[in-house]
């Protein structure tokens, strides 16, 4: 981002902004193992038909997903793979959180293993 003018993180954010909706994250997960049209993927992920074809416009517009129409229908496939790339390291790192906030619950719960009623 070092030096990009304000075009540029305009667009870096509009491409972070396609990514930061759960709808669309799976969408692009079930994209991943091929091309689909838009009724595979509202059967997989069973949202509306309409619903899915609105999250594939704004990804066919952020430049991350592709859309080749064959006679009545449309598929959509990964435009560029680097997105897996990149969700792979943020959910690397989200694991890697979520690991190291388990690790430290148990060793709370080994130090303070639970408050005692006083007797009384």
């Known amino acids: 981002m070092k030096d990009l003018p304000p075009e540029a993180l305009e667009k870096v954010a509009e491409y972070f902004r396609a990514l930061s909706e759960p709808t669309r994250l799976n969408i692009l997960n079930l994209l991943r193992s091929g091309e689909r049209n838009v009724g595979e993927l509202a059967e997989a992920t069973g949202y509306t038909a309409a619903n899915v074809s609105r999250h594939l416009t704004f990804l066919t517009q952020q430049g991350l997903v592709r859309r080749d129409a064959r006679g009545t229908s449309a598929y959509y496939s990964i435009a ?41």
């Not at 969700?87 to 388990?102: F, K, N, T, Y």
């Open 80 to 120: 560029d793979d680097s997105v897996y790339a990149l969700c792979d390291l943020v959910c690397g790192s989200i694991a890697r959180q979520h690991e190291r906030a388990a690790v430290h619950g148990r060793l709370f719960a080994t130090v303070m293993p639970g408050k005692r009623r006083r007797q009384g």
